[in-house]
């Protein structure tokens, strides 16, 4: 065995010492929480069935919108859902923001009847072109529009693709109507934002 002070010693004991480092380092690793763990924030959280829904202009999330407030035919309102237990908004994230639009309860089918809430269906606001909000009506159409680039979405088909360079549907959340006000009846049927590239 090589002497301790000697040279053929240090390079013996140096693989030796990275693998101690580098198993070290693996132990750390796995101890430390990941990703998700890391952003637990109530705030970033998608909808979730039972939350209410309030103004995103508005800073008060006291104020959960009712059915009523949303007009027939007119610019969709942008909200955010809220947790009624926590009274978190989860406006943490972009991709939570929601466009409400109401039409004539009688022009929808059944699949979407029952996704709406007397004529009130939701939709992810970001376009799924390139991420920009859906914040426009076009009332001779009846669609959502996006302004960046004229993508229009139909409310009654789902969020189809009417017009424009999107190629994916806007993602939808099931409504319901509790005391008046309006509730998420469950999450987002698809993720929101922007359509991978082929």
Do not use: Y
């Amino acid at each position: 065995m090589p002497d301790a002070g000697s040279p053929h010693h240090a390079s013996a004991e140096l693989p030796r010492r990275r693998a101690l480092r580098g198993a070290a380092g693996i132990a750390l690793g796995a101890a430390l929480p990941t990703g998700p763990a890391l952003a637990d924030d109530p705030a970033d959280a998608r909808p979730q069935a039972g939350d209410l829904l309030v103004l995103a202009s508005d800073d008060d999330a006291s104020r959960p919108l009712t059915a009523d407030a949303v007009a027939s035919n007119r610019k969709p309102l942008q909200v955010f859902p809220v947790d009624p237990a926590t009274g978190t908004v989860r406006n943490g994230s972009r991709f939570n923001k929601i466009a409400l639009v109401r039409v004539d309860p009688a022009a929808l089918d059944g699949d979407a009847a029952l996704r709406a809430a007397g004529g009130v269906l939701a939709f992810s606001a970001v376009c799924t072109h390139e991420g920009c909000d859906v914040t426009e009506w076009n009332d001779k159409a009846g669609t959502l529009l996006c302004f960046c680039h004229f993508s229009q979405f139909d409310p009654r088909e789902k969020g189809q693709v009417a017009a424009g360079p999107a190629a994916k549907a806007l993602p939808w959340l099931p409504l319901r109507v509790e005391a008046g006000r309006l509730v998420v009846a469950g999450g987002f049927n698809g993720k929101p934002g922007p359509a991978k590239p082929a």
